[in-house]
């Protein structure tokens, strides 16, 4: 079955701190896969995306995502991270055989302090 | 422009009522839809897909039941509302394929 798991639940970092939040996922054929973000009081929208190529993907204020397949991984990086960066982080799968089907992580929360 | 109306924003319902959640996407055809709903450190739980009218996947047996009346109108209803109900349920849409999904504002439901 088709999963997503993202191991860091709540991250707390000062600002200009390096952030590296996990995520893994379970499925067996070609994924496209996503980095969504939610600021406090706004709707989800999309940090970043992987559908094929280079598996290291650059995304907007400074994100970036690493596919390593070998590892069903898809990591999402910042090397600096600033105060307007605290919001709730989810990665999502969507798989080749269950189009339509567009799973979510438990979702990351990251606090960001001054 | 593509954008996605979903209403109310709000709603308290007492238990047993029924409910109806409505969702509707602009600028687009054939677009697949998303209901899901959205719980403290449980992330987003997908609850029901469709990649076309008359055509509802459910992934959690529960309270609840879509449909897809139009090509770009997506249903969430309950006969009779629990208290676990309670939550913020979310719609989206996509272009189809393996895109990227958009999202609307999302409605806080209030089971009383």
């Known amino acids: 079955a088709q999963s997503v798991s993202q191991h860091n639940h709540h991250v707390i970092l000062s600002e200009a701190a390096s952030l590296e939040l996990g995520c893994n996922y379970s499925y067996g054929g070609t994924v496209n896969l996503f980095w969504y973000v939610q600021y406090p009081g706004q709707h989800l929208q999309l940090l970043l995306k992987?559908?094929?190529?280079?598996?290291l993907v650059k995304g907007i204020k400074g994100f970036e995502a690493e596919f390593i397949k070998s590892k069903f991984s898809f990591n999402l990086r910042k090397p600096s991270v600033q105060w307007s960066d605290t919001a709730e982080y989810f990665c999502?799968?969507?798989?080749?055989?269950?189009?339509?089907?567009?799973?979510f992580g438990q979702g990351t929360t990251l606090q960001v302090k001054p | 422009s593509q954008t996605i109306h979903q209403w109310p924003a709000t709603l308290v319902q007492p238990v047993g009522s029924p409910l109806s959640l409505e969702c509707t996407v602009e600028g687009t055809s054939n677009p697949n839809l998303y209901w899901y709903r959205q719980a403290a450190g449980r992330g987003l739980q997908l609850l029901f897909y469709?990649?076309?009218?008359?055509?509802i996947s459910s992934e959690v047996p529960q309270n609840l039941s879509a449909s897809r009346p139009q090509d770009r109108q997506f249903i969430l209803s309950s006969k009779k509302l629990l208290l676990s109900d309670s939550g913020f349920y979310l719609c989206?849409?996509?272009?189809?394929?393996?895109?990227?999904?958009?999202f609307g504002q999302g409605t806080r439901l209030t089971v009383v």
């Open positions: 999502a799968v969507h798989g080749s055989s269950n189009t339509g089907k567009l799973i």
């Open positions: 992987y559908f094929s190529g280079d598996p």
């Open positions: 469709s990649v076309g009218i008359g055509q």
């Open positions: 989206a849409w996509s272009p189809g394929g393996l895109s990227e999904a958009f």
